[in-house]
T-cell receptor
Framework: DAGITQSPRHKVTETGTPVTLRCHQTENHRYMYWYRQDPGHGLRLIHYSYGVKDTDKGEVSDGYSVSRSKTEDFLLTLESATSSQTSVYFC???????????FGQGTRLTVV | GENVEQHPSTLSVQEGDSAVIKCTYSDSASNYFPWYKQELGKRPQLIID?????GEKKDQRIAVTLNKTAKHFSLHITETQPEDSAVYFC?????????????FGEGTQLTVNP
């Protein structure tokens, strides 16, 4: 498996609290992505990064922010968690735009 | 932005039969089309991909076809086995000059009945 680790794997948090999910890679891949997966919606892109400090929004970016200060780490922050952000979050990495994207194990986030 | 539609959402076949899943995309600049398999509770994993300079690619029981003119691509699984049961996702990527966005379809739940 590609060297990609998400933390935490599971989290329960209260509405209105900030939450940060971490994605760490040891592959030195340029591209990193955050997706959320919900029943009936597949994998929807939240934010992605194409280099250190270079990020852009995906299709469902409202309520989320990201940071990438090092090649190996891509952080996803829910600034004020809401119940609609209960989901499974996947990080993915790739070394170019037309090669395989490797996924992390996922983080199951529950907002109560 | 890119929009990827995937059909059917569920597919049930008998072991040994073939399964076909179809996707369409909207952005003519897309040039990379991977297919991922996700087993229950696990991460998506690539099973096959195709680039826009070819029309078909095969890997054992799995094949993918691409029609750039019609902007659609399909996954074909022959001689299906129970272990093929999973959710399958198609995706499209616009490529580096336009920013890298891997956009997924909504998935197909494939069930192979013994």
């Amino acid at each position: 498996d590609a060297g990609i680790t998400q933390s935490p794997r599971h989290k329960v948090t209260e509405t209105g609290t900030p939450v940060t999910l971490r994605c760490h890679q040891t592959e030195n891949h340029r591209y990193m992505y955050w997706y959320r997966q919900d029943p009936g919606h597949g994998l929807r892109l939240i934010h992605y990064s194409y280099g250190v400090k270079d990020t852009d929004k995906g299709e469902v970016s409202d309520g989320y922010s990201v940071s990438r200060s090092k090649t190996e780490d891509f952080l996803l922050t829910l600034e004020s968690a809401t119940s609609s952000q209960t989901s499974v979050y996947f990080c993915a990495i790739s070394d170019s735009t037309n090669t395989e994207a490797f996924f992390g194990q996922g983080t199951r986030l529950t907002v109560v | 932005g890119e929009n990827v539609e995937q059909h059917p959402s569920t597919l049930s076949v008998q072991e040994g039969d073939s399964a076909v899943i179809k996707c369409t995309y909207s952005d003519s600049a897309s040039n990379y089309f991977p297919w991922y398999k996700q087993e229950l509770g696990k991460r998506p994993q690539l099973i096959i991909d195709i680039r826009s300079n070819v029309g078909e690619k095969k890997d054992q029981r799995i094949a993918v076809t691409l029609n750039k003119t019609a902007k659609h691509f399909s996954l074909h699984i022959t001689e299906t086995q129970p272990e093929d049961s999973a959710v399958y996702f198609c995706a499209a990527n616009r490529g580096e000059t336009s920013g890298s966005r891997l956009t997924f379809g909504e998935g197909t739940q494939l069930t192979v009945n013994p």
